[in-house]
């Protein structure tokens, strides 16, 4: 169960990360900038670590990117289902809701 959910997280960090480069931010800039450990934003981004709803809006903010853009990278579609409310997430909480579905929908995906 944690490597389905894993590989989600790992796809969330590639797409944070493939922003952050694609804008020429070094890892340690993008850091201060949203008020994280340097060792926290390199773990989001190779997926060893669970980025929560508030870090994923913050560093959407911050790079300048909408949430949907984060994951229809990170997704490839996949989640349709999930996907459709990205339109019109603009919080925190609503950012948490999604990932808790995509988590869920990416494990009953694998057990079925």
Do not use: W
């Amino acid at each position: 169960m944690v490597q389905n959910t894993q590989s989600l997280d790992i796809r969330i960090g590639s797409s944070l990360r493939a922003a952050r480069e694609e804008r020429h931010l070094a890892v340690s800039t993008l850091a201060e900038q949203a008020q994280m450990d340097y060792d926290t934003l390199i773990a989001i981004e190779n997926g060893a670590e669970q980025a929560s709803a508030a870090q994923i809006f913050r560093l959407s903010k911050i790079l300048g990117i909408e949430l949907k853009q984060i994951f229809r990278n990170c997704c490839k579609m996949k989640h349709s289902r999930a996907i459709a409310p990205i339109q019109t997430l603009n919080t925190p909480d609503g950012i948490a809701a999604l990932v808790v579905r995509m988590r869920t929908d990416t494990l009953k995906t694998r057990a079925a």
